[in-house]
């Protein structure tokens, strides 16, 4: 499984990109969700959305983000509205599929694409 990011890039303090991820496999019944890493920090969870269609977001970015899907097209985004600096960071996409057992998950992920707010 690959997958591809893209959308990143430069924008100003309160306006909006859209991050896309493409999967080169089905992401029908897998969880897809975004995590961002900025410079000297850890990885952390953006936005998740189940194989069940349930979605849940950092609190940081509720509100202002929007994960979707189309499992048709083996295709994730992510509407970022309302960008702050302390949105910048390398915005990575990750595709988990569960197992019967947990201990058993899958994680992929793609090399990420950069996102830059400038105040």
């Known amino acids: 499984v690959q997958l591809q990011a893209s959308g990143g890039g430069l924008a100003q303090a309160g306006g909006s990109l859209r991050l896309s991820c493409a999967v080169s496999g089905s992401i029908g019944g897998v969880d897809m969700a975004w995590y961002r890493q900025a410079p000297g920090k850890e990885r952390d969870l953006v936005a998740r959305?189940?194989?069940?269609?349930?979605?849940d977001y950092a609190d940081s970015v509720k509100g202002r983000f929007t994960i979707s899907r189309e499992n048709a097209r083996n295709m994730v985004y992510l509407q970022m509205n309302s960008l702050k600096p302390e949105d910048t960071a390398l915005y990575l996409c990750?595709?988990?599929?569960?197992?019967?057992?947990?201990?058993?998950?899958?994680?992929?992920w793609g090399k990420g694409t950069l996102v830059t707010v400038s105040s």
């Open positions: 959305t189940t194989a069940f269609g349930s979605v």
């Open positions: 990750n595709l988990h599929r569960r197992a019967l057992s947990s201990q058993n998950d899958m994680d992929y």
